[in-house]
């Protein structure tokens, strides 16, 4: 399933300068790229860049209105990307499939 479709907003939380953030900074860049921006132009991307302790994050909204937040410190942009499909791939049966039922989330 392509996971766009199901996602509203992406907001991203991390310190440039601190290590573990490799994967967060990937995904952050391909959210805005323009092929994401041209075919998605609805979605909404919250960049907020802070400076300390704070690990960084990634807060996903989609589009039945459940948030999840990712711990994105260590994490490649696929295992955060895997994060993110796999709530996604719900929604696609959701809405293919007659009667399915959203299970709860973790």
Do not use: C
């Amino acid at each position: 399933a392509d996971l766009a479709p199901f996602v509203k907003t992406v907001s991203i939380k991390f310190d440039a300068a601190a290590d573990g953030t490799m994967g967060v900074k990937e995904l952050w860049r391909q959210v805005v790229g323009p092929k994401i921006r041209a075919k998605y132009p609805k979605l909404v991307v919250d960049l907020k860049l802070t400076e300390g302790l704070e690990d960084p994050t990634t807060t996903v909204v989609f589009s039945d209105d459940t948030s999840i937040v990712l711990d994105a410190k260590d994490k490649s942009v696929d295992e955060l990307y895997t994060e993110i499909q796999d709530y996604a791939s719900v929604l696609d049966r959701k809405q293919n499939i007659p009667d399915y039922e959203v299970p709860a989330l973790p």
